[in-house]
Antibody, heavy 119, light 107 residues
């Protein structure tokens, strides 16, 4: 069974940093582009970042540019997110998601998400 | 940034009705648009990728169409399990954005 599981969420203080991980199982992480997406309470989805299969190309949303760093370790089957200078608006469920290889637009596998509260 | 505008915000229908959801992009995204379904407390589920391709396991009652700036998601006959929030998503030039969502509710 193919699965993504995020971890590292919790309560963090404004101005601080958060570090999240996403662990893949049931498939080779290195075969896929990956993304981070978040969802504030009661709100819609917000795309944060793409990272290429090898990690040599990373794109960020303008809203988090300069505060967000994404990386991956395919051997460890893991994707990472670090967000600095936290604000209350960063409170959200953070998801990692896998690109459907046959598509340009389409995330075919999502983790259950990890909740982050900035307070 | 490409803005996606979904309409209507809320769609009230009865089981068996036909549902048509719209997504309009602020500039052309070619056919690089996807649709997702999200139920409360769950992660989004991919329904349609690249405008008109059904994802694996998605029932045939779901169909997508459009190109450029105007896209639609159609549910030919709404089933009770289809009441949820639907999001469109574009990816163009390595940047992605989501629409604000359409809530499909029971009338």
């Amino acid at each position: 069974q193919q699965e993504l599981v995020e971890s590292g969420g919790g309560l963090v203080k404004p101005g601080g940093s958060l570090s999240l991980s996403c662990t893949a199982s049931g498939f080779a992480l290195g075969d896929f582009y990956m993304s981070w997406i978040r969802q504030a309470p009661g709100k819609g989805l917000e795309w944060l970042s793409y990272i290429s299969k090898s990690g040599d190309t990373i794109k960020y949303a303008d809203s988090v540019m300069g505060r967000l760093t994404v990386s991956r370790d395919n051997a460890r089957r893991s994707l990472y997110l670090r967000l600095n200078s936290l604000r209350s608006e960063d409170t959200a469920v953070y998801y990692c998601a896998r690109d459907l290889p046959a598509a340009v637009a389409g995330f075919d596998l999502w983790g259950p998400g990890t909740q982050v509260v900035v307070s | 940034e490409i803005v996606l505008t979904q309409s209507p915000a809320t769609l009230s229908l009865s089981p068996g009705d036909r549902a048509t959801l719209s997504c309009r992009a602020s500039q052309s995204v070619s056919r690089y648009l996807a649709w997702y379904q999200q139920k409360p407390g769950q992660s989004p589920r991919l329904l349609i990728y690249d405008a008109s391709n059904r994802a694996t396991g998605v029932p045939a009652r779901f169909s997508g169409g459009g190109s450029g700036t105007d896209f639609t998601l159609t549910i030919s006959s709404v089933e009770p399990e289809d009441f949820a929030v639907y999001y469109c998503h574009q990816r163009f030039n390595w940047q992605s954005t989501f629409g604000q969502g359409t809530k499909l509710e029971i009338k």
